[in-house]
């Protein structure tokens, strides 16, 4: 199970400091439908900002995270959905294929998600659902274009994220991507925030190359209120082929 271990260390500030990642999952679950069928699967559920939409939705829902930390957490807080520590590259498999599979913020963060989404498929039901949000390319804009090796994965364009999905024949009935602005004081405010809710990969940037992206990012994107960076977030809805 591959997972980002910063989200395990940094669990218990998640849960409080994610407020893009809640609003995004807010947006995300616009599009439950009143029942989604059962069982229905949650993959990196974290501490469950999406789970508790999604059991409104789904009498049994399964919600897994590879990070055991979010997965205590998400437990205490909605006892009801059953709750597993489980890689997304590796879901459990119910007794009966799922119906519905769900997910919000993970899915970036995947090494392989052509695969993942080969295995989804093969644990669902045929038509079942999966909804999924994650962040697409033209997320920090400014700050990757100046600082290119500090992206913890690749990032796509939403339009790859179509075609992935639909080699690994998930047939996508809509999808809609959204900007979430958030205004930070200075860049390193905005990077200190991401690194707080684990949202980082651990990797070694040089001193100068960090300060000499900031000071660019800075440069570009301050407004009157602070320094704006975009959080481009696509949800998808697709049926299995
Ligand atoms: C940005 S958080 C999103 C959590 C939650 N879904 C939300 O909307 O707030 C990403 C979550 O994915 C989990 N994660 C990262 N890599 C994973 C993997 N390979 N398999 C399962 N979960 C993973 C992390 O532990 C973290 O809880």
Sequence with gaps: MVVAPEFDRRASAYGTGAR???DAAAWLAEWLPR???EPALE????TGFFTRHALRSARQLVATDASSRMVELGRAALPRAEWTVAGAENPPAAKFPYRAILTSSLVQWLNDPAAAFREWHGISAPDALLLGGWFVRGTMEEFVSACPESAPFRWRSAEQWLVLLNEASWKVRRSETKIFQLTHKSSAAMLREIHD???VAPRRLG????RAALRRNDAKSRSQAGVVTPFVFLRVEAVRA
Excluded: M, W
């Excluded at 993959?43 to 974290?46: C, I």
């Design 20 to 22: 893009v990642q809640q």
């Design 35 to 37: 029942e989604c069928g």
């Design 43 to 46: 993959l990196g559920a974290g």
């Design 197 to 199: 809710v684990g949202a």
């Design 207 to 210: 001193a100068g190359r960090l």
